[in-house]
């Protein structure tokens, strides 16, 4: 029978650590983890594969980490660097197929098909791409490829042999790979799904082949409980979406960590205003507008705050963004302490300069651009509208690279 897809999944390996020890050959062979500061109240982002054998891992408090491995090396993240050496290895990754998903700034799917025609083929390929990237890249770099017939199973290969792993999921291996893995193993079950899996008593792959696709359905809906079904075997006909079919960006977010948890609103207030400052002035870099806001809290405990909103026209400037925080936050009442504040802008559309304003303040807009170049030369908020001037500067800088999803 011939094979009807052939689909790469490219992971690269410890990425941001990684880049850094390729830019620092000083981190090299070390356990390093790309953070703020240490001490910081920041997580960690990414740990390299030596700090990883230490069971030190992306998400962890510092001194969780610390604890883990004494002589863990702290690295500030560098987003420029990550951005920049992403664009390279996509373009690595064009020249073998134009269908090339950017699945995130460390990951994308390259759908094979046409360009090989069996799978010693498709291994071959795959070898190649592993040495171009390391010629191109720098030899400290590797990336781990999972082959498969689709994106699910390409996406649970490229884990499964890690680090600077090829592994191929054959039709034949598929049941014993399937009976032998964790239902999180799956791009698409998380903690919550999963959570709600053990509610029906569904506890492995093989449990969740023998729920009855009704019930799935029942309790999942009838998108996401047939994509569950199929998942359990394997099954998924999701294509690979090349980025110049794809609405790029999908949402705008920015969050920081509060340098010690706060009840004072005007401490929320002055980090929110810079929050709301980033997300427009991206918005606006990028030309898009968006009309669906979130601001919330990250609490002590860790536990979720905050709100929701879908304005009636699309908004992307800052002050606005603040302003209708403001007013909501003004009547929110805390009932603790907040050691995490984001923002987050999604439901977006292209070309702000469009009259597609929400009550558009046409000064205001107009004025934008100019405002912007300011700030670019002489440092972020240098001109801000007056009622901002009484909140005091945040302590550090906003971090954290998580910006679209
Ligand atoms: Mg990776």
Not at 161 to 186: R, V
Not at 378 to 400: D, I, N, Q
């Amino acid at each position: 029978m011939g094979i009807k897809r052939i689909i790469f999944h490219i992971d690269m390996d410890s990425y941001f650590a990684t880049v850094e020890q390729q830019a620092n050959p000083l981190l090299r062979g070390k356990p390093i983890v790309v953070s703020g500061k240490e001490g910081s109240r920041t997580v960690i982002v990414a740990s390299s594969k030596e700090a990883k054998k230490f069971g030190v891992k992306a998400a962890m408090l510092h001194h969780e980490a610390r604890k883990l491995c004494p002589h863990l090396e702290f690295v500030e993240p560098d987003g420029a660097k990550y951005e920049y050496l992403c664009r390279k290895f996509i373009n690595i990754f064009k020249q073998y197929t134009e269908k090339v998903e950017i699945f995130s700034i460390d990951e994308a799917f390259l759908d094979m098909s046409g360009y090989v025609k069996n799978w010693d083929q498709a291994i071959e390929k795959a070898s190649d791409i592993k040495d171009l990237l390391k010629q191109e890249l720098g030899d400290w770099m590797s990336c781990s490829v999972g082959i498969a017939n689709n994106k699910l199973l390409a996406k649970l290969a490229s884990g499964m042999d890690k680090p600077d792993g090829l592994f191929l999921i054959h039709e034949k291996l598929k049941q014993s790979i399937l009976e032998n893995i964790e239902l999180t193993a799956f791009c698409g079950i998380g903690r919550r799904i999963k959570k709600r899996l053990t509610g029906l008593e569904v506890n492995t792959v093989i449990d969740l082949q023998s729920y009855p696709l009704e019930k799935l359905i029942q309790e999942f809906g009838k998108f996401y409980g047939t994509k569950l079904h199929n998942m359990s075997y394997g099954v998924d006909s999701d294509p690979v979406i090349p980025d110049f079919q794809s609405a790029e960006i999908k949402s705008v977010g920015r969050t920081y960590t509060l340098p010690s948890n706060t009840f004072d609103k005007e401490e929320i207030f002055s980090v929110l205003m810079h929050l709301c400052e980033k997300v427009g002035r991206e918005l606006r870099r990028k030309k898009l507008s968006g009309k669906t806001l979130v601001y919330f809290f990250r609490y002590h405990d860790f536990s979720h705050g905050g709100f929701r909103l879908t304005l009636p026209g699309y908004i992307n400037d800052s002050v606005r963004l603040f302003d209708i925080a403001l007013k909501r936050i003004n009547d929110f009442v805390l009932s603790k302490s907040v050691r995490l504040v984001g923002v987050h802008v999604s439901n977006l559309i292209k070309d702000y300069g469009q009259l597609t304003f929400l009550d558009p303040d046409k000064k205001q807009i107009e004025l934008l651009p100019a405002l912007d170049k300011i700030n670019d030369r002489y440092g972020e908020l240098t001109v801000k509208p007056a009622y901002l001037l009484k909140l005091k500067r945040l302590r550090r800088k906003v971090g954290g690279f998580k910006l679209n999803n």
